[in-house]
C-alpha cells in the first residue's frame, strides 16, 4: 500500500492542472513514487476532460465522471478512488511547498506505528489587505505538537476550512461514506474527515507550511451558501462531539466578505443578492460587532467605497508612505482610483 493518496478534483481548469502536474506532481512522482499515488477525478467538460487525459503524466490515476458529480460529489469520489494508507485533497490551483511535502513524506515514511489519524498542515496565504501570514500551525490552535481532536477542537474553531491543510488516514468506512452520499455541502470534506475522528483521535502538527493558497480578488461561491454548510458543520460536531463552536464570529467574517465586495475591493459571487439572505440572519447573531457591519451593508456602494478609501488613505498617511498629512489628497486620490467596483456592480 502507498503511504499517501494525492487527490485532486478538478472543473475545467485546464491550465491549472497543468501547471500543478508540471510544478509539483511530477517531481513528487520522480522522488516519492514508491509511496505515493496521484488521483485526479475530473467533473470537465467532456472537450476538456480530453485534453486533461491526454496531457496527464501516465503515472496519475485519471478518473473522468460520466456526469458533472459537482464540488460535493467530486470530493466523495476522491475518497472513494483513495487507496493509499493516508489521504490528501488540494485543489488544482494550489501552491504546493516542496520543503513541508518533503517534511511530510519524512514523517510518513518514518513512522512505523502509532500513526495519529490526522496531520495537520499550517497554510500560507494572505489577508484581503496583502499580508502575508502562517496559520494553522499547532501555535494557532493553542495544542501540542501531538494532541487529540478534543484538544482542536476546545479552541472553538472549525478545523480543516482550507481542504489542503489536513492529511487524514485513509480508512474511511463504506456505511460513513453512503450515509453522506446526498450531502451537498461546500466543506464537504470537512464532513467526512470529522467523521472519521473521535475526541480521542491522534492528531499531529506539522511545522513547515505545505501550501501556499492563491489569494484572489475573486470569490467564485456564494457567501450565503457557505454560511449555511458551515452552520451544518458546527451543529454536526456539536452532535457528534459535544462541542459547540459559536457561529457569531465566522457570521461577521462572511457580513466583512460582502462589505469588501460592495466596496470595489474583491468581487464575490451572487454578492449582492446574498447580502439580504445575511442581513436577515442578523437576529440569531446579534451583537453590537454585526449590527454595525449589516448597517454598513445597506449603505450604498460609492459611501461604502468611501470609507474604506479613507481608512486606506490614513493608514498610508500614517505609515509615512505619501511623506506626510500635508499630502492626505494624494492618498485619497490613489485609492479611489485604485479600488473599482465597476466590475462587479452586477453580481
Known amino acids: ?25 511530477i517531481k513528487a512522482l520522480n522522488i516519492y513514487g514508491h509511496d505515493i499515488e496521484v488521483v485526479v477525478s475530473d467533473n470537465s467538460d467532456v472537450s476538456i476532460a480530453k485534453q486533461n487525459e491526454e496531457s496527464l503524466d501516465h503515472r496519475i490515476r485519471y478518473s473522468k465522471n460520466q456526469i458533472n458529480l459537482g464540488y460535493s460529489g467530486n470530493i466523495r469520489q476522491c475518497i472513494h478512488l483513495a487507496a493509499g494508507q493516508f489521504l490528501w485533497i488540494i485543489a488544482d490551483d494550489d501552491k504546493i511547498l516542496w520543503d513541508g511535502f518533503v517534511e511530510l513524506m519524512t514523517f510518513l515514511m518514518a513512522s512505523k506505528n502509532d500513526m495519529p489519524d490526522v496531520i495537520f498542515a499550517p497554510i ?3 489577508t484581503i489587505h496583502g499580508e502575508k501570514v502562517v496559520i494553522n500551525r ?41 450515509i453522506f452520499s446526498h450531502v451537498e455541502n461546500d466543506y464537504l470534506h470537512v464532513l467526512m474527515y470529522c467523521s472519521r475522528l473521535g475526541n480521542a483521535s ?15 480578488e475573486t470569490v ?15 451543529q454536526y460536531i456539536e452532535t457528534n462531539f459535544h462541542k459547540r463552536i459559536r ?11 460582502l462589505l469588501y465586495h460592495r466596496a470595489g475591493i474583491s468581487k464575490v459571487y451572487n454578492g449582492n443578492s446574498d447580502r439580504w439572505k445575511l442581513i436577515r440572519c442578523l437576529p440569531e447573531y446579534i451583537n453590537i460587532k454585526n449590527i454595525f457591519l449589516c448597517s454598513m451593508l445597506i449603505l450604498p456602494r460609492v459611501a461604502i467605497k468611501a470609507m474604506f478609501v479613507l481608512f486606506y488613505a490614513w493608514k498610508s498617511v500614517k505609515e509615512d508612505k505619501f511623506h506626510g498629512f500635508s499630502k492626505f489628497h494624494r492618498s485619497i486620490a490613489h485609492y479611489w482610483k485604485s479600488i473599482s467596483y465597476t466590475n462587479n456592480a452586477s453580481k
Open 1 to 25: 500500500m502507498k503511504k499517501l493518496s494525492i487527490c485532486i478534483p478538478t472543473y475545467n481548469r485546464k491550465e491549472e492542472l497543468s501547471q500543478l502536474t508540471e510544478n509539483f506532481l
Open 124 to 126: 500560507t496565504t494572505r
Open 138 to 178: 499547532c501555535t494557532d490552535w493553542r495544542c501540542n505538537k501531538m494532541c487529540c481532536f478534543e484538544d482542536v477542537l476546545e479552541k472553538g474553531e472549525l478545523p480543516f476550512l482550507f481542504i489542503a491543510g489536513g492529511v487524514i488516514k485513509n480508512d474511511f468506512e463504506n456505511k460513513k461514506l453512503n
Open 202 to 216: 491522534k492528531v499531529f502538527f506539522m511545522d513547515d507550511s505545505l501550501v501556499e493558497y492563491k489569494t484572489s
Open 220 to 234: 467564485r461561491f456564494s457567501i450565503y451558501s457557505i454560511s449555511k454548510s458551515i452552520r451544518f458543520l458546527l
Open 247 to 257: 457561529y457569531s464570529p465566522i457570521y461577521s467574517e462572511h457580513l466583512k466578505w
